[in-house]
């Protein structure tokens, strides 16, 4: 066998085992389904039992609260999220980090 396909051979098994890991990782996780009760922003949302949770991975531009003026494209990424989610039963999986300093699911 010559050097180059035993290379090509281990990372494929290395991809496979990854991949194998990752399968098993999203079937035993934490995960769980809930129903958006409404969206609050382009990145979170509030659900039927009332809590409320911001992606991970996503930062959207803030919309305006009281005092403090909205940013460009708020409501742009608002609408967006609501045409993605808002009603909609949707999987919850969990990172190592739970909740944010705001009390939101994360």
């Given at each position: 066998?010559?050097?180059?396909?035993?290379?090509?051979?281990?990372w494929?098994?290395?991809?496979v085992?990854?991949?194998?890991?990752?399968?098993?990782?999203?079937?035993?996780?934490?995960?769980?389904?809930?129903?958006?009760?409404?969206?609050?922003?382009?990145d979170?949302?509030?659900?039927?039992?009332?809590?409320?949770?911001?992606?991970?991975?996503?930062?959207?531009?803030?919309?305006d609260?009281?005092?403090?003026?909205?940013?460009?494209?708020?409501?742009?990424?608002?609408?967006?999220?609501?045409?993605?989610?808002?009603?909609?039963?949707?999987?919850?999986?969990?990172?190592?980090?739970?909740?944010?300093?705001?009390?939101?699911?994360?």
């Amino acid at each position: 066998m010559k050097r180059t396909e035993r290379g090509l051979r281990e990372w494929f098994l290395i991809l496979v085992i990854a991949m194998g890991l990752v399968f098993i990782h999203a079937q035993t996780g934490t995960a769980e389904w809930v129903r958006v009760r409404w969206v609050n922003d382009g990145d979170t949302v509030a659900l039927d039992d009332g809590r409320k949770l911001r992606y991970l991975g996503i930062n959207t531009p803030e919309i305006d609260y009281e005092r403090q003026q909205g940013q460009p494209y708020a409501y742009v990424a608002k609408r967006f999220n609501r045409k993605l989610v808002d009603g909609k039963k949707i999987r919850l999986e969990f990172e190592q980090k739970k909740t944010d300093r705001y009390g939101r699911m994360l």
